[in-house]
């Protein structure tokens, strides 16, 4: 009985270390897929910008959706029941499925890692022909301790999902399972196995996301894009009456980005400015006569993202 105690703990101590550089090594590996810092490439006022929104509504006009307010004063829409929806495997929580509740795609599927999101924009380009339409669900980075966002979506297994470009990946074995925008999607649209409508949209909901990640997604796709630089929760939680309860679920498609815990948290005067950090970010392609991007507008949106 004497050598169990010692035992005991020895083994213990072993398990702390394992965890311990575990966490060690996870924390290295991670620092390549963060910007340096929040808000990297975000312009620094809120504004809508009148071609990024001429390209909205465009692409309303040309799919048949029309807008309406309900009772609430909610913005709804009706005619935007296509496109795709991604849920990464995994990520079932009750916010998410309230937004697939309101069907406003044909189409929805699960994905786990970088090769399986581009396997599912190739099933859907077979089935449909084209791509309008992507809202994607997913869980985000963690905002703490750290001063960047992330350079991609994270797969299920951490590191293994979809980043922007090569130079945005994480380092040696976390690379494993991972694609970029800038070459693996690339490469399927170059080979006609992924095709993007010629007005499309592209609705990413997942925390701290890299504004760099929107504007390559619309260089590489053609398609206006928008992300949350920030902690990415839905506009209404509350269940305290009725009224409130109704616009969680037909308000799912209100979300907004914001500071959080940063200590980026804006001063009285920052907001009177309209400067506003941890916000939503779009990114709207500029197109030549044969539908190449010639340049990408950016805007910094605001805490308040409403998705078609």
């Known amino acids: 009985m004497k050598g169990i105690l010692p035992l005991s703990l020895a083994i213990l101590f072993t398990l702390q270390a394992e965890a311990s550089l575990f966490d060690r090594i996870r924390a290295r590996l991670s620092e390549d897929i963060y910007t340096s810092y929040h808000g990297e490439g975000l312009p620094l006022y809120v504004g809508k910008k009148p071609q990024a929104e001429k390209y909205r509504s465009d692409f309303m006009k040309k799919n048949g959706i029309t807008q309406r307010k309900d009772d609430l004063g909610l913005i709804q829409f009706d005619g935007n029941d296509f496109g795709m929806t991604l849920i990464k495997d995994g990520n079932d929580d009750q916010a998410f499925l309230n937004i697939l509740g309101k069907r406003n795609h044909d189409q929805s599927y699960e994905w786990r890692n970088g090769p399986q999101f581009i396997k599912v924009l190739r099933r859907y380009t077979r089935d449909y022909g084209c791509i309008g339409k992507i809202t994607s669900l997913s869980h985000g980075w963690a905002s703490g ?79 206006q894009a928008a992300v ?49 950090k941890a916000s939503w970010y779009r990114s709207t392609p500029v197109k030549g006569a044969n539908g190449q991007v010639l340049s990408v507008i950016e805007e910094n949106l605001g805490e308040t993202y409403i998705s078609l």
Do not use: M
């Not at 350079?151 to 991972?178: E, H, I, K, V």
């Not at 309860?245 to 979300?255: F, Q």
């Open 145 to 223: 301790g750290r001063p960047g966002e992330g350079s991609g979506l994270s797969g299920d297994r951490g590191f293994n999902g979809l980043y922007a470009t090569g130079g945005d990946l994480p380092r040696s074995l976390a690379r494993a399972g991972a694609r970029t925008l800038e070459v693996s999607l690339r490469e399927e649209i170059e080979e006609g196995n992924i095709k993007f409508c010629n007005l499309c949209v592209a609705q990413f909901y997942s925390c701290n996301i890299s504004a760099k990640f929107a504007k390559t997604f619309t260089e590489v796709s053609g398609c």
């Open 228 to 276: 949350a630089t920030g902690q990415n929760s839905p506009q209404f939680q509350s269940f305290e009456t009725e009224e409130e309860t109704r616009k969680v679920y037909e308000g799912a498609h209100y979300w907004k980005s914001a500071a959080g815990i940063w200590a980026e948290r804006h001063s009285p005067e920052d907001r009177a400015a309209g400067r506003r």
